[in-house]
Nanobody, 128 residues
Framework: QVQLVESGGGSVQAGGSLRLSCVGS?????????MGWFRQGSGKEREGIGG???????TYVDSVRGRFTISKDYVKNTLTLQMNSLKPEDSGMYYC?????????????????????WGQGTQVTVSS
């Protein structure tokens, strides 16, 4: 049984940084791992903000590119989202997701239906 658990959320002032982790059990963080990060702000739909494909190539939406970095640690079975220069609009519940098999297209990493497993989320609040 696959279980993903996010941690690292919290409250921070604008301009600050947070580092989110997604630790998995029952899921191999190896070359087949296809994983993404999503967020859902208050009153908003869940959106994909980025992902990392089976070859280790990461992709980001425009709103976070240059500020957020996604990485995989095969040894620790951890997916990380490093968030810098945070803005109030980055606030929301952050979720990690994983796909059963290899990634297909990099552009699909933003789609919820690309993933089979989800974590429970961790809250990020950025104050101005």
């Amino acid at each position: 049984q696959v279980q993903l658990v996010e941690s690292g959320g919290g409250s921070v002032q604008a301009g600050g940084s947070l580092r989110l982790s997604c630790v998995g059990s029952g899921y191999r963080y190896d070359n087949y791992a296809c994983m993404g990060w999503f967020r859902q702000g208050s009153g908003k739909e869940r959106e994909g903000i980025g992902g990392i494909d089976s070859d280790g190539v990461s992709t980001y939406v425009d709103s976070v590119r240059g500020r957020f970095t996604i990485s995989k640690d095969y040894v620790k079975n951890t997916l990380t989202l490093q968030m810098n220069s945070l803005k109030p609009e980055d606030s929301g519940m952050y979720y990690c997701a994983a796909r059963k098999g290899r990634c297909r297209l990099l552009t699909r990493l933003y789609r919820s239906d690309e993933y089979d497993y989800w974590g429970q989320g961790t809250q990020v609040t950025v104050s101005s």
